[in-house]
């Protein structure tokens, strides 16, 4: 399994992640949601260098200009509801990927127990294709785990990207033990050391769902 940590870089995109973590910017809902899908934006860049090229001939009003152009058929799959934002920012550059989208979410059955809920699939087969799967917050690596597995029941992908923005260690950990290893890389902009009792990840940013779209009851 592969792991690419944008943290270990400096660029801009730290600065995205700074804002977003950051008590005194993060309730400006636009701007969270700008931001998420501005790191989504930056990790398509940097994943789209990893895909396979081939040269196509593009006729110019004077001429044929060789060109290298990506051939993989992309799937970007991702998790309601935090993961719309940062969905949108990778599809601004794969704009002629196919989509999927998969509901998870914690169903407590005490203030600190939970199962995760998978109720929903919409979702193109995806045999032989590139499999990219976004959310934003992998704590325990479950809502991952579980919507990877859903996935699984539209076919079997050639090749699997996990991006997320905050993982935790133990969720890396964990996505690395239940994802294929040879076929798996994941993407994240940083990994944070714990998770706390309530398995929110520690420094993290709180709750990405509710920062970008307000608290469900
Ligand atoms: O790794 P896990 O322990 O499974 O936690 C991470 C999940 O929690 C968040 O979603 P949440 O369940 O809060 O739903 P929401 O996006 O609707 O807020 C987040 O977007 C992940 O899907
Ligand atoms: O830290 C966490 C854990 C789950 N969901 C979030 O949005 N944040
Ligand atoms: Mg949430």
Redesign the pocket.
């Known amino acids: 399994m592969k792991i690419i940590n944008f943290a270990e870089t400096n660029s801009i995109l730290n600065q995205y992640v700074a804002e977003i973590r950051d008590v005194q910017v993060q309730n400006d809902r636009l701007r969270f949601r700008r931001n998420i899908e501005r790191i989504g934006e930056i990790m398509a860049y940097e994943m789209s260098k990893k895909f396979a090229y081939s040269q196509k001939n593009i006729q110019t009003p004077l001429g044929i200009a060789p060109v290298q152009t990506p051939d993989n058929q992309l799937v970007l799959s991702t998790?309601?509801?935090?993961?719309l934002p940062f969905h949108q920012g990778f599809l601004s550059y794969f704009d002629g990927a196919e989509n999927a989208f998969v509901?998870?979410?914690?169903k407590y059955k005490d203030t600190l127990k939970f199962d995760?809920h998978i109720e929903y699939i919409a979702s193109p087969r995806i045999d032989g294709k590139t499999l990219i799967i976004t959310?934003?917050?992998?704590?325990?690596?479950?809502?991952?785990?579980?919507?990877y597995q859903a996935m699984l029941t539209k076919g079997h992908p050639a090749e699997i990207h996990v991006a997320s923005i905050i993982a935790?260690r133990q969720?890396v950990e964990?996505i690395a033990e239940m994802l294929p290893a040879e076929k798996t890389t994941i993407w994240c902009a940083a990994i944070d050391p714990e998770?706390n009792e309530h398995?929110y990840?520690v420094p993290g940013l709180g709750?990405?769902?509710?920062l970008?779209?307000g608290e469900?009851e």
């Not at 998790?79 to 993961?83: E, H, S």
């Not at 509901?103 to 914690?106: E, F, G, I």
């Not at 959310?135 to 919507?147: H, Q, R, V, W």
């Open positions: 998790i309601l509801r935090a993961g509901s998870a979410y914690r995760i959310d934003p917050m992998l704590a325990t690596g479950s809502s991952m785990e579980l919507s935790s969720a964990h998770i398995s990840i709750d990405a769902g509710d970008a779209y469900k």
